[in-house]
């Protein structure tokens, strides 16, 4: 009776676990390469020079390529741009179910170095997908800046 209980027990507990069939569904989506067109700060006022992930300023991120394989949830992305980091940069990402009603996720994104394991870092980002389609997707950060909320919008297009 015991392992039957202790059976059931587990069951419930990796189903629980698992991604949803929306969440998988967002991560079949993401497969493939992708170009980051633009990024913009709504509702802000002049000049915004943001570092993105800790890694570079916006302008580098502009038209870098992003490649996302979803069976494995890694990817990496080039930067282009004159005094950018060269070089591929990996990355560990996941889709996590905000609100099945709206459609509307968080994306989580934590950079890694080559044989790094992603599980024992405690560096990442959390983004909002605000979009997502065969051909576009829509990303949004909110950083705090001067105490109040700050909006980074990255537009992408998909190769």
């Known amino acids: 009776m015991k392992k039957i209980l202790f ?6 507990l990796i189903s629980a676990c698992g991604t949803t069939k929306i969440e998988r569904q967002a991560e079949r989506t993401f497969k493939g390469n992708w170009t980051l067109n633009s990024i913009t700060y709504p509702n802000s006022n002049g000049f915004v020079d943001v570092t993105l992930f800790d890694h570079a300023k916006a302008n580098c991120f502009r038209n870098s390529d992003w490649n996302f394989v979803s069976n494995n949830n890694q990817g990496q ?18 889709v996590q179910e905000v609100n099945a009603e709206t459609g509307l996720y968080d994306f989580t994104l ?18 909002s997908l605000k979009s997502l389609t065969e051909n576009n997707m829509v990303w949004e950060q909110t950083v705090s800046f001067e105490g109040n909320p700050f909006i980074i919008r990255m537009s992408f297009t998909k190769k």
């Open 77 to 94: 992305y080039n930067l282009t741009g004159a005094d950018c980091p060269s070089g591929t940069q990996n990355f560990t990402w996941a």
């Open 7 to 12: 059976l059931c027990f587990t069951v419930v």
């Open 110 to 127: 934590k950079p890694v170095d080559e044989g790094e394991n992603a599980r024992k870092l405690r560096t990442g980002y959390r983004l």
